[in-house]
């Protein structure tokens, strides 16, 4: 299954601020997940990334609020702006099967521990 | 997509085994179940997956009945490790874009 790189693995940022997370994958993927997992709780779907088209947000998220870039098949960029204390959460990106490698489920990054101060 | 039903913890003791349930009633006939684990800050990691009847691997067992509106991961002697969160999600296979929808998971507790 892919290897994924998630950085930073954690940041503790100003509130009005923005910070870009990195989601590095170590092969070619189609599509790229964005979540967010508050404490104690489930996750939570922000957005689907495809390359070289936009993103397709899940209802509650807006582009604006979480701009996503997907530059090419094994790298994208989630951006938490103008940052609030309700933005202190973990964000995970996440990656599909291999279409050879179906049965093994989709890869998780190990996520950004963000808090917001 | 399916929603799914699970409990939200449960407690076992070291070499027991744990079996956990989960409700899919709307699962749709291309979907496939699919359970995960996760660890404190870690992502969620694959443990199996399943159409119909049994599924065992390495880790675990995955029992699914005729109807397919539920379905049991087991897990057989668990250990102290074991203790993390549980999520069982419905999803079509087969593909590489499907969006994964997460319900609250199960948090299992080992105890020595």
């Known amino acids: 299954s892919a290897v994924i790189s998630q950085k930073p693995s954690r940041d503790i940022c100003q509130r009005g601020t923005s910070l870009t997370i990195q989601c590095q994958v170590d092969?070619?993927?189609?599509?790229m997940f964005w979540y967010r997992q508050q404490p104690g709780q489930s996750l939570t779907l922000i957005a689907t990334a495809n390359q070289g088209s936009e993103a397709t947000y899940e209802s509650g998220f807006v582009i604006d609020k979480f701009p996503i870039s997907r530059p090419n098949l094994t790298f994208s960029t989630l951006t938490v702006s103008n940052m609030s204390p309700e933005d202190s959460s973990i964000y995970l990106c996440?990656?599909?099967?291999?279409?050879?490698?179906?049965?093994?489920?989709?890869?998780f990054g190990s996520g950004t521990r963000l808090t917001v101060v | 997509l399916a929603k799914t039903t699970q409990p939200i913890s449960m407690d076992s003791y070291e070499g027991q085994e744990v079996n956990i349930t989960c409700s899919h009633n709307n699962i749709a006939t291309n979907d496939y179940i699919t359970w995960y684990q996760q660890f404190p800050s870690q992502g969620p990691r694959f443990i199996i997956q399943?159409?119909?009847t049994k599924v065992t691997n390495e880790v675990a067992s995955l029992f699914i009945p005729a109807d397919r509106k539920s379905s049991t991961l087991s897990l057989p002697r668990v250990s102290l490790s074991d203790t993390a969160v549980y999520y069982c999600l419905v999803a079509p296979s087969g593909g590489n874009t499907d969006k994964l929808i997460f319900g609250t998971g199960t948090r299992l507790q080992v105890f020595p």
């Open positions: 092969s070619q993927v189609t599509m």
């Open positions: 399943g159409y119909k």
């Open positions: 996440s990656v599909g099967r291999d279409s050879s490698t179906y049965m093994y489920g989709y890869t």
